[in-house]
Structures are given as C-alpha cells and as structure tokens.
C-alpha cells in the first residue's frame, strides 16, 4: 500500500459524503474532502456562511421561476442538472438544452444541486423509513431486485440516520399496508415530536375518511392518512435519549450513545446562530430554501467534523480515478481545480488516500466510475436509473382549505406503499400536498394572470383569487420506479463540460409497470376526488408536457420527484452490482461508493433517510477496514 | 404636460380600483414609488402621458361613483388596444412583483398582493411561525372574531 497522507479521500460533501467525512475525523481519521462546487458555499465560519446563505435566499427572491435550483449558483466548470432544461425530446434528436444530454425517448425528470452540501440544500426533508418488503422485492413480488439484507438489519442505522438529521414526526401515527410488521422496535420515538399537520389535512383527512373506500381492478382498499415524520425542527421529544454516534475501536462497530436521562436532544440551529432555526417557522418554502435553516442540511453534519482532521478542497472536479494495473486498487483520484465557476481555467491534481469514496450524487458517481473504467465487471455502473415518476391531481374543493401555508407535505396516503398488487405494477405514496397547485400549474400567479387576461380587475379580481387560491387542493403519486438495466446513464467523448469532463448521457422510458401503475394512480385519485366533492382541474398536455406517455389509449403525464437512485446497485454478487453490502466495490477493495445510486429498490419514501442510513453502515465497514 | 408628482397620486388611486386593495393596503406594501418608476421606465412615454390624463378624467368626471369609475376603467383602460396593456400590467405588477413576467427585486416579489388575497404569504418570507398552519389563517381567524 502507498503511503498517503490521507487516510480517506471523499469526493463529494453533500449528506452521504459529509456523514463519512464527520464519522471518520472523529474517530481520528485523517480525510480530504473534494467538493466541485464553489469555496463561498462550504463556508464554517458563520458571517461567512451567513453571507453565502443571504445571497442564495436574495437569488431564490429574484428568480422567475422559483424551481429547486433556482437559489444556487449553476456554474460552467461544474453544471448542475435543471428542470427547466426539460423539454420534448423530438424522435432521433437528443435534447442537449441543460447539462444532461437527453437521449430520451423521454427525458428524465429530476434534479439535484451541486454545491457544497448538495441536494440537501433543497430537498423536501420528507424522512419516512422504507418498508421490509422493499428489501425483498425479488423475493416478496418477482420483480426488482433484492437487497443484500433485510429491513431488520438496517434499522439500527435508521435510528443513526434519524439522529444526525434530526428527525420530528410520531412513531404511534405510523400505520402501514402490511399490519403487524415491527418497524420501529419497542419504545422508539423520533428525537423531536411531530411537525404540526396543515389545516388542509385536518379538513381532507376528515373528508377522505368519511367515504374511504376505493376499488382497484376488482379489489377494495381503505384510504387513511398518516403524519410524515421530517427532517425539521419541532419541539424536543422527552422521551428520546439519544446523543449520537461513536466509532468503538474494541467492537470495531458504530454505537449509538445515549444520556442517562432523558430530555436531551437539541436542536441544531442554522450553520450562522444556534439560535435561529430552533423551529419550523413555516415559511412554506423548504423546496427550494429554508430561510432559517430549520430544515436539515448536510453542511451541518459537515461543521460537526472534527476540523483538525479535515481538510477541504473546493472548486475541485474529480475527473478520473487512477487505477493501479496489477492490484486493482485505486491510487488516486485525479481532479480539476478551477479558477473561479465559469472559467476555462482549471488546474489538474491528484489526490491521495488510504481508502477513496465517491459520495458526488447518483449520477456522478456513476459517470466518474464510466470515465475511469473502474468497478463495473458487473456492466452494471449506470444503468437502473430510477426515481419516482410521479403522477399530479388537482382540484378545487367545496371549502376553502387555505393552502401555501407550513411545510410542503405534512400527511400521507400511505394505502398503496405495498401489498401484491405490486406483482403487476408499481406501488406508490400519495402525500397530500400543502402549497395549492404551484407544482403543476406555477400557481398562484398563473392564476392571477389568467384572471387579468379575461378582464377581470379591482373587487372581482380579488374576490376571484381569494375563491380560487383558498381552495387548491393537490395530491400527488410517486410511484416506485423498478430497475431497468436501459434507464441508464452513459459517458459519449462528443458531450464534455467546459472543462473537459464528461456530461451524463441519459436514456430513459417508462416501462409497462410504471404504465400499468399510473392507469391504477389515476382510477385511485378519480375515485378520490368524486368521494371528496373536489372539482377536477388535473390536465395531461400532450403536446407541451415532456413526459407524457399513453398507455390503453389514454394518456399521463409524470413529474421527476427529485429522488435519483440506482446507477452503481448494492448487491449479494458481484456478477449483478457494483458494491457489496458495505458499499465497497466489488472490483477494488479500498473504494466505496456512498449516495442513493447504491439503492436496489426506491421503495415508496424518499430516498434521502434510507441513503443516510445505509451511509453510516458503508462508514463503518470503512472505519473497520482502515483499523484491519 | 401632467407633473410627475402628481401622477404618483393619481398611480395609487387608480391601482386602487384596479387590483381590488385599498390605497392603505397599497401603501402598506411600501412599492408604490417603485412600480411607479418601473412603469415610467418601461413604458413608452406618450403611452404614459395619455394613460393619465386618461386616468385623472375618470377619476375627476362629475357625479362619479365606484360603479361608473370601474364601468369607465373597463372600457377605457382594461382592453388590451389601450395604452400598450398598461393596466393589466399595473395589475399584474401589484398582485405578483413582476413586470411582464420578470421579478422587479427581491422586496416586489415579497410584497405580491396574491397571496395576500389568498390568505397566505410569500413562500421564504414573512413567515407566519410555528405551527400557526394548523389553524385557519389569521386573517381569517380575526374576521370571524
């Protein structure tokens, strides 16, 4: 082995490369941490990171539209992936409008920000646990894949997971599809109690629950809505003892450590004043920016490292990763250190360490292991592209129910999370959403203007937007994508960035199953809002929504969820994944692979909790090999 | 020639009329000189000049009442051949921050009237607090009290 000066290099300082990054200087590792984004972004000191978060906040004011990227910086020498680059993808021409290249024949729907602290910078904070049969889809359902272990084994990492984000919600709220499954273990509570409900899920949980009863191809199902735990700050639970998480060098384990008394969590603040951000204040804007940083984000798992371990280099794109020829190990990881965002200026360096871990993102990583012909025996780096493709209802209800107000989602339809319908399509979370129509529709100010080019103006005009923005009502479907060795990210040296590194090539379709699945999410939400008197709005366009597809002569359109999984699959066998179940690859023993593109299955939760939790494991695995 | 003083009066009055707030709601939002220059600087300035002589006969016309005033405004200013589309872009400018489909500033976007008349705030601004979403807004909630 050579002799490095870093014990651990991570490339990436987003949630899954921050939890290694804090995990592993604590215990006394020395870590260098590579971040493409730019230096103003990682910023500890807290004026600094005070100025940095005002200038995102004052762009995400300014901007027209105010989509989950619209905050951060989107620089030349280290693109980001943006909505608004979606289009129509014409037959045979790739669409190349944003960083991603799209060969479609539909183009994939999400995004993610890279930036120092990555996408937790605008993620919803949804925290909800996958379910056992997730772990099992082969097994349980013959579809998908299985995972290298059982729900059970994961959930003490859960708890881990839960810890660092700082988890509010109701363990006694959550009820699922299959009943009498143990999911959270005797006595467990949240570290923080629940994230008040909206006033709109009070009024429509009573609503659906009056008349609950909806058919499926010949099958009837009860609808019931359930509170989501997230990943924001609410009041301290009493009862949670919990303080963190240690490396024990004896047991060569990670351990939890608990207060003897309870009354004990705290909750982390903004990275600017422990003061502010004690509490959700409600600023109805957690996607794309929490203005008080109530909500979660990886930069603050990042100030917790031990910084006399740390070093940090930003402005630093990983390029490729050095192999060495007989041993298979890698030996470095050659990066491109630009001058400022949009220069054609860079510098090239190699970094050095013990053990490499890649945690830039799903579908960088598996473009970096592509552009390094590394860890991919399998064939399988890139492909098995998922997210969930998410199916909009919209309405207007009889009542006002006063949306734009708390958090983005506070309730869920958990009905068809799972059961065996999912031997024949997709299975999904329906989350009753808390900010009207703005997602599908860009409400309310495309209904203000509606308004105004009909000629209404003064008393009427007001009286009318009152009507209509009091009462928007919408839910939403993210159903499971199944892994499809074609839905996959690709390398092609005719698509580089301004610096020479490669962009993601994306194909990507839905598959009969998700078909299948959104012909069965849309009788479900029929049913719905007929039971519920809600006055139907939902509108598929097919010539201007770029993700319309027809399944039976009738046609959908899905929206991206954010939720990019699967390009560098964990697995049992090397000859069907990437990485092992400590997320080492296959192919090279000192490098693991971190992020959501480890995950077999998405499940029906957004990815990021399951992400975090399978993160502490793969930092274990590489405390345990750095001590062997 | 009508000065510029003046027409700053007369911008608040009618915007009054055209977006359904009062002239203290108007000013409450603290915009008013602000989308008063941003029409000046980007409207054509006979258009400008016509709009409010239009705007000062309306509002000055014997006998006038709301009704005859909105009746006047919905013939005179609303249809899109007067003024350029003048007064829907006033409109639009007080109820969403923008002018012709771009943010004015960061304060225009907070201070849009929409969702005021929606009972709500400004997603990432004037925040209403810890968990006060449970409840009906306070708008609501002061009405019925």
Redesign the interface.
Known sequence: MENNEYDVVIVGSGIAGSIVAKLLTNAGKKVLLLEAGLQAGIAMDPEEAYKTYQGYLNTFYNASAKVPNSPYPNIKDAPSIDVLDIEVIKKNVPSTKGYLVQMGPIPFASDCARTPGGTTLHWLGTTLRMLPNDFKMKTTYGVGADWPFPYESLRPYYEMAENEIGVSGEVGDQHYPIKGEDIFGEDYVFPMRGIPTSYLDGVMTETIMKNNEVVLNDKTYELYCISTPQGRNSIPNPDYNITGVVWDTASKKLVQTRADGKDSYQPVGSNWDPYTGQRCEGNASCVPICPVQAKYNALKTLKKCDMSNLTIRTQSVASKLLINDTSKWISGVEYKTYKNGNSYEYETQVAKGTIYVLAASAIENAKLLLASGAANSSDQVGRNLMDHMTLLSWGLTKEPIYPYRGPGSTTNIPTFRDGDFRKEHAAWISPLDNWGWSWPVYSPGSDVNTAIVSGMFGKKLRAEMERVITRQFLVHFECEQIADPDNRVTIDPEYKDQIGNYRPVIHYKATEYMLKAFEAAKTVSDQLFKQCDIQDFTYYNPVTNPDYVTYKGKGYRFDGAGHIVGTHRMGANKEDSVVDADMRTWDHENLFLVGCGNMPTLGTSNPTLTMAAITFKAAEAILKQLEQ | MINASSNVKLFLEISA?????SETELKATGMLETYYNTILANTDGNDIDYFFQNVSDILSAPERTDATI?QA??MQL?PDSCYSGL??NI??LW??G?WV???V??AS??QGL??E?????P???K???????????LS?VKQQN
Request: proline letters at 9%; zero cysteines.
């Open positions: 009329f055209l977006t359904g707030f909105e405004i919905a609303i007064a829907k409109i639009a109820y969403t923008n489909g771009t943010v500033s960061a976007y907070i929409m969702w008349a929606g009972h709500t705030h997603p990432g601004a925040q209403p607090g810890y968990g006060s979403w449970a409840n009906p807004p609501i």
